[in-house]
């Protein structure tokens, strides 16, 4: 009854906190979750499959995470991929290539039981407010995965051996851009990017919400333990 009335005022109660905004959030949280934004992002942005996260996967931004993947709030999907847009587009990266972005897919069975694809959630939101091409079905996750929460490096490559196929939709003439809600150790990221280059495409790099990764990249202002820690059973789509 509270949410209809909320909704008959055109507000609703804030998911992450439960109080009543006319936004997807309420500016608390908004403030609490932008708290964790990444502000040094060229230290992701190397290597062969270069990284852009949104913020750091801990606290208030793991927690909000959760809520959107395990408490059935999919706006919050569409927020992030909104903040990630206006981070990219202030960055200048790439601003001349034409773009195609691909979320990292889940299996049918966790999709029938979760309801939706957060990762095509963010890139939906990406897309719409850069106005990119998006590819929800660039790539198929063809077999079940279990859980990566610690699991060897060895075995996270073994876990997806195969995992993903070439779906339909893509588009030779530009860059692809995969989309995921957490980078960890890239093991997934790397995995679905090899599908698409051994296939003649070209993958620029990723784009998460949120980075976990070894104490080393983050930034300083971080505490190491707090990076440490922010690697849980969340990071396996």
């Not at 990219?88 to 990292?104: D, K, N, T």
């Not at 091409?133 to 610690?150: D, N, V, Y």
């Not at 505490?223 to 990071?235: E, F, P, Q, Y």
């Amino acid at each position: 009854m509270w949410r209809s009335l909320a909704s008959f005022l055109g507000q609703q109660p804030c998911p992450c906190c439960g109080r009543v905004t006319p936004q997807t959030i309420c500016r608390d949280c908004e403030r609490r979750l932008k708290a964790w934004e990444v502000r040094q992002r060229q230290r992701y942005w190397r290597g062969s499959l270069p990284l852009f996260p949104w913020g750091y996967y801990q606290q208030d931004l793991k927690r909000a995470i959760a809520t959107m993947k395990y408490n059935n709030h999919p706006e919050l999907g569409s927020l992030f991929g909104q903040w990630l847009a206006l981070s990219w587009f202030e960055s200048r990266i790439a601003q001349r290539l034409p773009l195609q972005i691909v979320p990292i897919p889940l299996h049918r069975d966790k999709l029938q039981t979760r309801g939706f694809n957060q990762a095509a959630l963010i890139a939906e939101g990406f897309c719409r407010a850069l106005e990119l091409p998006f590819a929800p079905e660039g790539l198929i996750r063809q077999r079940a995965t279990q859980s990566m929460f610690q699991l060897s490096m060895r075995e996270r490559q073994a876990n997806l051996e195969n995992a993903f196929r070439l779906g339909q939709g893509l588009q030779r003439q530009r860059w692809l851009l995969l989309c995921d809600d957490i980078y960890t150790t890239g093991t997934t990221a790397r995995s679905a990017a090899r599908v698409l280059r051994d296939a003649g495409y070209k993958v620029l790099g990723i784009i998460t919400v949120a980075v976990g990764l070894p104490d080393q990249l983050a930034e300083p202002t971080v505490k190491a333990t707090s990076i440490r820690d922010s690697v849980h059973s969340t990071t396996a789509p």
